[in-house]
């Protein structure tokens, strides 16, 4: 079992960055594959970015290529997303998500454990 909790989130403009932390409770976090995913308004859940439980492979949206950062800390149990020149487009609730299994890191469903999740908002 992983509980995971987001924070990080909040209200800035377009061009500013934002780093969004997911802190993990559990001894196995650093066997888990971990992802991001938003969810803006009347829009389903998207994949953002994934990293490999070691840290060392890790795939992004085209959407967010260049501009978010995903990184993991085992020792802290925490999974980072920088984010930097943010859009309007940016603006969702952001959440993170582990898996076992990163073969379809898009897919919502391979995620066996979700945060809550933490609203980022981007103005013009």
């Known amino acids: 079992q992983v509980q995971l909790v987001e924070s990080g989130g909040g209200l800035v403009q377009a061009g500013d960055s934002l780093r969004l932390s997911c802190a993990a409770s559990?001894?196995?976090?650093?066997?888990?594959?971990m992802g991001w995913f938003r969810q803006a308004p009347g829009k389903e859940r998207e994949f953002v970015a994934a990293i490999s439980w070691s840290g060392g492979t890790s795939y992004y949206a085209d959407s967010v290529k260049g501009r978010f950062t995903i990184s993991r800390d085992n020792a802290k149990n925490t999974v980072y997303l920088r984010m930097s020149s943010l859009k309007p487009e940016d603006t969702a609730v952001y959440y993170c998500?582990?898996?076992?299994?990163?073969?379809?890191?898009?897919?919502?469903?391979?995620?066996?454990?979700w945060g809550q999740g933490t609203q980022v908002t981007v103005s013009s």
């Open positions: 998500a582990a898996t076992e299994y990163l073969t379809e890191y898009r897919e919502v469903g391979i995620y066996d454990f």
């Open positions: 559990g001894r196995t976090f650093r066997s888990y594959n």
